[in-house]
């Protein structure tokens, strides 16, 4: 089964405050997405990238940026946080090969902004 | 474009009962179209999709898609619901070809009640 790991569950942050999320997919993947999760909102795609240093906008990358230094790891950072991105964010990797169309998501990190 | 409607932002059924969570996409093309559950606090696992072939889709916990191309739908349903199906549905749809992302609805509440 595909593992998709996220660094923290939960977090607090300050505004301004410089934030950085971690994905880790331990499937050799060549695919990660990060999405915010908001109530009435759904899932939203804030960046993906399909290799090693390769990056692209998704729908709502104002305020985000990414790092994808080695394969199985994906970074999204908030360059400085503001409460309008208190939100759950999710991880997702698809499978290589056959079923490559279907993401599996992490565990979710809920950030806070005060 | 592509888009996902979940028409109902709270679905209720009693235990034993079967159960319909409404789903209906707009794609430029043939889809590819998903499920996802979330429970509390959790990330999303993956319940089942349609990629081609037979429009009755099977998937994990005994829940089933039926794919209707000619209303653009494709709903969940399952025949006796148990308390424990309790939690937000996410419908999705991508493109089948070449690499799209995924876009997600706004997601339905079930709750049911024993």
């Known amino acids: 089964d595909v593992k998709v790991t996220q660094s923290s569950r939960y977090l607090v942050k300050r505004t301004g405050e410089k934030v950085f999320l971690e994905c880790v997919q331990d499937?050799?993947?060549?695919?990660m997405f990060w999405y915010r999760q908001d109530p009435g909102l759904g899932l939203r795609l804030i960046y993906f990238?399909?290799?090693?240093?390769?990056?692209e906008k998704g729908d709502i990358p104002e305020g985000y940026s990414v790092s994808r230094e080695k394969k199985e790891r994906f970074s999204l950072i908030l360059e400085s946080a503001s409460t309008n991105q208190t939100s759950m964010y999710l991880c997702?990797?698809?499978?290589?090969?056959?079923?490559?169309?279907?993401?599996?998501f992490g565990p979710g990190t809920r950030l806070l902004v005060l | 474009a592509q888009s996902v409607a979940q028409p109902e932002d709270q679905v209720n059924v009693a235990e034993g009962n079967p159960l319909t969570v409404k789903c209906t996409y707009s794609?430029?093309?043939?889809?590819?179209l998903f499920w996802y559950v979330q429970y509390p606090n959790r990330g999303l696992q993956f319940l089942l999709k349609?990629?081609?072939?037979?429009?009755l889709v099977k998937g994990s916990y005994g829940f089933e898609a039926e794919f209707n191309k000619s209303q653009t739908s494709f709903h969940l349903k399952k025949p006796s619901a148990l308390v424990s199906d309790s939690a937000l549905y996410f419908c999705?749809?991508?493109?089948?070809?070449?690499?799209?992302?995924?876009?997600f609805g706004k997601g339905t509440m079930l709750l049911v009640s024993p």
């Open positions: 997702a990797s698809p499978h290589s090969g056959q079923g490559r169309e279907t993401q599996y």
């Open positions: 499937m050799d993947h060549e695919n």
């Open positions: 990238s399909y290799d090693v240093k390769m990056k």
């Open positions: 794609v430029s093309g043939n889809p590819y």
């Open positions: 349609y990629i081609t072939g037979d429009n």
């Open positions: 999705a749809v991508r493109l089948n070809s070449g690499y799209s992302t995924l876009t």
